[in-house]
């Protein structure tokens, strides 16, 4: 087989990349070693920044996301016992828009099968050759038969475990990591939204996190020892947590439903450098992680791409290659800001075992700033609905 751009995922931001792709002319080949019902249904991300919103709207996806998603000019923070808001569209002009990841990559493939684009999925097998010459090579199974896929590009979007980045020896790669003592419960709860908005709250006993995915489902978290079962946590165990949690003086309280699914999640943040070698370049997860605490994940996959399809566009239409020469260093300068904000939320609202007094105290004091000061906010507005793109 023959393709321009060879992709390897078809998560967001393998999916973008071939529609961006496709809308410039430029043929590739998507390989996904799931199935499509399993990547229509895992739960992940729920917040599109500002500027992922614009994007998916401008290549023709956004029209679910625009009647299904919902629109959120504010964030809350509590921590306390009370909760404070911050105006997210009064602070920035900009506004967030929760709308489950999963239904993003509906909306992805659908598109990419009306337009007869090509997904291979439950592939297996999949290995890299050539990624120094021009033409670069996938080697993958499909269907029981060994097939080769030869392009000018490939494109590794293949999450935290893929196969692309170790393609790029030990010797020429720089990681860059750090493992949080904590994970993420979450769980996704039949009821009605507890609030307008998303809740973020710091409390003695951990941090936890009021989100919701639409009118009738919920999605709520608290931070937890990664290597806790699920089925350590009963139904009630759970509820009494978030309770406690998120008390708060002004009489809101938390909405109970039935809890239909539970997870634990680890938290890192880490990034590879560079995120090009020779003919294969890396986007999204599989070149760099943040904690959930910012929502910047998907963000920062959807940014990637977006950079790769103007650079691959350029290349195509002019012959020129500056835009993929530069694509690390322009990539990275977007991540690296995002894994300081996914940091630093990380560092603002979660308990640290490890914490002195002295510590605890800062903590304390710096949230107090973030929701006193007009300045220390718009710091957070500005980076949770999205910096401008380059
Ligand atoms: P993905 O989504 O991991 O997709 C990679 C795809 O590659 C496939 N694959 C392979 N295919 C072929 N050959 C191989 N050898 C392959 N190996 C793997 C996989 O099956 C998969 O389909 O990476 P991508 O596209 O870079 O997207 C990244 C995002 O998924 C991720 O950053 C976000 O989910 C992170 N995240 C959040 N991001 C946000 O922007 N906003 C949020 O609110 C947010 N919340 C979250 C999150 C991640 C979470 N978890 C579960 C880690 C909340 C949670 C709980
Ligand atoms: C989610 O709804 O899954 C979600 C929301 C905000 C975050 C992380 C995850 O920071």
Same mark, same amino acid.
């Given at each position: 087989?023959?393709?321009?751009?060879?992709?390897?995922?078809?998560?967001?931001?393998?999916?973008?990349?071939?529609?961006?792709?496709?809308?410039?002319?430029?043929?590739?080949?998507?390989?996904?070693?799931?199935?499509?019902?399993?990547?229509?249904?895992?739960?992940?991300?729920?917040?599109?920044?500002?500027?992922?919103?614009?994007?998916?709207?401008?290549?023709?996806?956004?029209?679910?996301?625009?009647?299904?998603?919902?629109?959120?000019?504010?964030?809350?923070?509590?921590?306390?016992?009370?909760?404070?808001? $911050?105006?997210?569209?009064?602070?920035?002009?900009?506004? $967030?828009?929760?709308?489950?990841?999963?239904?993003?990559?509906?909306?992805?493939?659908?598109?990419?099968?009306?337009?007869?684009?090509? $997904?291979?999925?439950?592939?297996?097998?999949?290995?890299?050759?050539?990624?120094?010459?021009?033409?670069?090579?996938?080697?993958?199974?499909?269907?029981?038969?060994? #097939?080769?896929?030869?392009?000018?590009?490939?494109?590794?979007?293949?999450?935290?475990?893929?196969?692309? *980045?170790?393609?790029?020896?030990?010797?020429?790669?720089?990681?860059?990591?750090?493992?949080?003592?904590?994970?993420?419960?979450?769980?996704?709860?039949?009821?009605?939204?507890?609030?307008?908005?998303?809740?973020?709250?710091?409390?003695?006993?951990?941090?936890?996190?009021?989100?919701?995915?639409?009118?009738?489902?919920?999605?709520?978290?608290?931070?937890?020892?990664?290597?806790?079962?699920?089925?350590?946590?009963?139904?009630?165990?759970?509820?009494?947590?978030?309770?406690?949690?998120?008390?708060?003086?002004?009489?809101?309280?938390?909405?109970?439903?039935?809890?239909? #699914?539970?997870?634990?999640?680890?938290?890192?943040?880490?990034?590879?450098?560079?995120?090009?070698?020779?003919?294969?370049?890396?986007?999204?997860?599989?070149?760099?992680?943040?904690?959930?605490?910012?929502?910047?994940?998907?963000?920062?996959?959807?940014?990637?791409?977006?950079?790769?399809?103007?650079?691959?566009?350029?290349?195509?239409?002019?012959?020129?290659?500056?835009?993929?020469?530069?694509?690390?260093?322009?990539?990275?300068?977007?991540?690296? *800001?995002?894994?300081?904000?996914?940091?630093?939320?990380?560092?603002?609202?979660?308990?640290?075992?490890?914490?002195?007094?002295? #510590?605890?105290?800062?903590?304390?004091?710096?949230?107090?700033?973030?929701?006193?000061?007009?300045?220390?906010?718009?710091?957070?507005?500005?980076?949770?609905?999205?910096?401008?793109?380059?």
């Amino acid at each position: 087989m023959n393709t321009l751009v060879a992709i390897i995922g078809a998560g967001p931001a393998g999916l973008l990349l071939s529609h961006l792709l496709y809308l410039k002319g430029i043929d590739s080949v998507v390989l996904e070693t799931r199935t499509r019902e399993d990547i229509e249904s895992t739960i992940r991300a729920g917040v599109l920044e500002q500027g992922t919103m614009d994007i998916l709207e401008a290549a023709g996806v956004g029209a679910r996301m625009r009647s299904e998603g919902a629109l959120h000019h504010g964030i809350e923070l509590a921590f306390g016992g009370k909760r404070h808001r $911050i105006d997210l569209s009064e602070l920035t002009g900009r506004a $967030i828009t929760v709308y489950a990841q999963h239904e993003v990559i509906k909306d992805l493939v659908a598109a990419r099968l009306a337009a007869d684009g090509q $997904i291979l999925f439950e592939v297996s097998d999949v290995s890299v050759h050539g990624i120094d010459s021009e033409q670069p090579s996938v080697h993958f199974t499909h269907e029981g038969q060994p #097939q080769q896929l030869i392009a000018d590009f490939v494109i590794g979007c293949d999450g935290f475990h893929g196969i692309a *980045r170790p393609c790029i020896p030990d010797t020429l790669r720089r990681d860059y990591q750090r493992i949080y003592p904590f994970g993420w419960f979450g769980i996704l709860v039949e009821s009605e939204p507890s609030s307008e908005e998303l809740i973020y709250a710091q409390h003695e006993r951990g941090f936890a996190l009021i989100s919701t995915r639409s009118p009738t489902v919920q999605r709520h978290y608290f931070q937890c020892d990664p290597k806790d079962d699920v089925d350590n946590w009963s139904d009630d165990r759970i509820w009494s947590e978030l309770h406690t949690r998120l008390e708060s003086s002004d009489g809101w309280k938390l909405k109970e439903g039935k809890i239909f #699914q539970k997870n634990i999640i680890g938290m890192r943040s880490f990034v590879s450098t560079p995120m090009q070698q020779g003919r294969l370049f890396l986007a999204g997860d599989a070149a760099h992680i943040v904690p959930p605490t910012g929502a910047k994940g998907m963000n920062l996959a959807v940014a990637d791409v977006r950079l790769l399809s103007l650079a691959l566009d350029e290349f195509y239409k002019d012959g020129k290659q500056g835009g993929l020469e530069k694509y690390t260093e322009t990539a990275l300068k977007r991540v690296w *800001r995002a894994e300081h904000f996914s940091w630093w939320m990380t560092s603002l609202l979660h308990r640290f075992e490890d914490a002195t007094p002295f #510590q605890q105290a800062l903590q304390r004091a710096e949230l107090e700033y973030v929701v006193s000061s007009r300045a220390a906010a718009t710091v957070l507005a500005e980076n949770y609905v999205g910096l401008p793109f380059a």
